[in-house]
């Protein structure tokens, strides 16, 4: 059954919530809270970068790709967990490179939309109460980019992270090499060529990485994080990592 999407953050328990950054900009968000929040255990966050096609103001459309699979896992499991979905506006990208480009180069400074959800995630784990330790992003596509150049900015920040047919900048590899970085993409992606994904993983291992997990998915086209998202393996093993 298929949600009808102007129902969908109210159907997923989510939050619409607006963050206001430090130079007064606002990023639209929806937030979800797990686990039961017992209070003996520090949460642990996760940063959620949505693709293209699902940017605007609606602050709803962020959740129509892997939201539910995620709730469904953390709720199942009894993960204690604050989920962030921020929305990227239209006609900006978390990052500015074209996803038809065979490689980039990382710019000196983030997009300001990625400043902005970065800038979020510190907001939550200080007014949360969150683990620090236990930090993790996640994304698709154009969040797919947006998670390698998040990693590359801030490499001692995340425990972990999922980067689903995205792309980054290899040369920021030796940054990226001790943490624990799963990564999928589709043998036959038409929209963002496979290799962005093969090039970090092998730049990442020829720096000295052991903690970078590859998976490609035969015959799979651009849609790879529907198979990543619903195999619960890949979100328990984020869920299982700490700095």
């Keep these: 059954m298929v949600m009808k999407m102007e129902n969908l953050a109210v159907k997923l328990g989510m939050q619409q919530k607006v963050f206001r950054s430090a130079d007064g900009a606002i990023l ?33 459309l962020q959740l129509k790709h892997c939201a539910a699979d995620l709730l469904n896992f953390c ?8 989920l962030l979905f921020p929305q990227c506006p239209q ?16 710019t000196p400074e983030p997009t300001p ?5 970065l800038e979020l995630v510190d907001s939550v784990i200080e007014q949360e109460k969150c683990d620090p330790r236990r930090v993790y992003i996640s994304g698709i596509s154009m969040g797919g980019f947006g998670t390698w150049d998040a990693l590359s900015r801030r490499p001692a920040f995340f ?9 980054g900048d290899v040369r920021q590899a030796p940054k990226l090499k001790d943490i624990p970085i799963r990564v999928f993409h589709g ?3 038409s929209v963002v060529n496979v290799k962005r994904s093969r090039d970090m993983v092998e730049a990442i291992r020829a720096a000295g990485g052991t903690k ?8 799979v086209n651009h849609n790879s994080w529907a198979a990543t998202y619903a195999d619960h393996d890949n979100l328990r093993w984020l869920f299982s990592q700490s700095r």
């Design 28 to 60: 639209n968000y929806c937030v979800r809270k797990t686990g039961g929040r017992s209070g003996n255990v520090a949460p642990a966050v996760l940063l959620f970068l949505h693709g293209a096609g699902e940017r605007g103001d609606d602050n709803q």
């Design 75 to 82: 709720e199942t499991e009894k993960i204690e967990a604050v």
């Design 159 to 167: 425990a972990a992270a999922i980067p689903v047919c995205g792309g």
């Design 187 to 189: 043998s036959e992606d």
């Design 212 to 219: 970078i997990f590859y998976t490609e998915y035969p015959g």
């Design 91 to 106: 006609n900006v990208m978390w990052i500015e490179q074209s996803w038809s480009l065979t490689e980039h180069e990382m």
């Design 113 to 117: 939309q990625l400043k902005h959800a």
